[in-house]
């Protein structure tokens, strides 16, 4: 994705981004009921996160100026499977991973921003119902996330160009996400990977290098 493609994209999301806060700030002195409202004060939660993504998708142009810190992705999975809770009820995260996984030395915004599109996307593509699973392991220097669901899988000839900017196989998808999510694993040494089960469903596998590798 070159700096123009960036610079489209944003302009786009900060003017929406911008509508939206406004809304809130004036709903937010008009009702002041809306404060004890659970889902109000997350709403401005996932607004405020929606800002620092569009601040961090604006320094995606160099994904080598990354702030890296040891983390554990089982952790960073179970977080991001119980905040999809709200958006998808109906929707079961069933995760296995091996005792005493090694840490990844990542980036945890952007490494966030990443899976949280590839979970969203199995989400979405069972129509927020069923169950993802998710399988962590150790392999050798890195761990390996895989995320499989039964939504159908993806049409044969969009499987070449998945990961191309702006593709995209939903009614209303921008053909952002797995193109960004694919940039931010390979900037922190991975690899970002899709095998496809027309009919069936859909595992989009992931390797991190271990800390220290």
Same mark, same amino acid.
């Given at each position: 994705?070159?700096?123009?493609?960036?610079?489209?994209?944003?302009?786009?999301?900060?003017?929406?981004?911008?509508?939206?806060?406004?809304?809130?700030?004036?709903?937010?002195?008009?009702?002041?009921?809306?404060?004890?409202?659970?889902?109000?004060?997350?709403?401005?939660?996932?607004?405020?996160?929606?800002?620092?993504?569009?601040?961090?998708?604006?320094?995606?142009?160099?994904?080598?100026?990354?702030?890296?810190?040891?983390?554990? #992705? !089982?952790?960073?999975?179970?977080? %991001?499977?119980?905040?999809?809770? $709200?958006?998808?009820? *109906? +929707?079961?995260?069933?995760?296995?991973?091996?005792?005493?996984?090694?840490?990844?030395?990542?980036?945890?915004?952007?490494?966030?921003?990443?899976?949280?599109?590839?979970?969203?996307?199995?989400?979405?593509?069972?129509?927020?119902?069923?169950?993802?699973?998710?399988?962590?392991?150790?392999?050798?220097?890195?761990?390996?996330?895989? #995320? !499989?669901?039964?939504?159908?899988? %993806?049409?044969?000839?969009?499987? $070449?160009?998945?990961? *191309? +900017?702006?593709?995209?196989?939903?009614?209303?998808?921008?053909?952002?996400?797995?193109?960004?999510?694919?940039?931010?694993?390979?900037?922190?040494?991975?690899?970002?990977?899709?095998?496809?089960?027309?009919?069936?469903?859909?595992?989009?596998?992931?390797?991190?290098?271990?800390?220290?590798?």
């Amino acid at each position: 994705m070159n700096t123009l493609e960036y610079h489209r994209i944003l302009h786009e999301i900060k003017n929406t981004i911008t509508l939206i806060n406004s809304s809130m700030q004036l709903l937010d002195g008009n009702c002041p009921v809306l404060k004890s409202e659970y889902y109000w004060n997350n709403l401005k939660h996932e607004i405020t996160y929606l800002k620092n993504m569009v601040l961090e998708i604006s320094k995606a142009g160099n994904l080598n100026q990354l702030q890296k810190e040891p983390l554990h #992705i !089982s952790s960073m999975i179970e977080e %991001i499977c119980h905040s999809m809770k $709200d958006t998808y009820p *109906d +929707l079961e995260c069933r995760i296995q991973y091996e005792n005493n996984l090694p840490s990844v030395s990542a980036d945890p915004i952007k490494l966030r921003q990443a899976i949280l599109n590839l979970l969203k996307n199995s989400a979405e593509a069972q129509n927020g119902a069923g169950y993802i699973i998710i399988n962590i392991i150790s392999i050798n220097t890195a761990v390996q996330t895989s #995320i !499989s669901d039964s939504g159908g899988g %993806i049409p044969v000839d969009f499987e $070449d160009k998945i990961f *191309d +900017l702006f593709t995209t196989t939903k009614n209303q998808g921008t053909g952002l996400g797995l193109s960004i999510a694919k940039q931010i694993f390979e900037c922190h040494g991975g690899t970002l990977s899709l095998n496809n089960y027309p009919g069936r469903g859909c595992t989009f596998t992931f390797s991190l290098p271990v800390s220290g590798k």
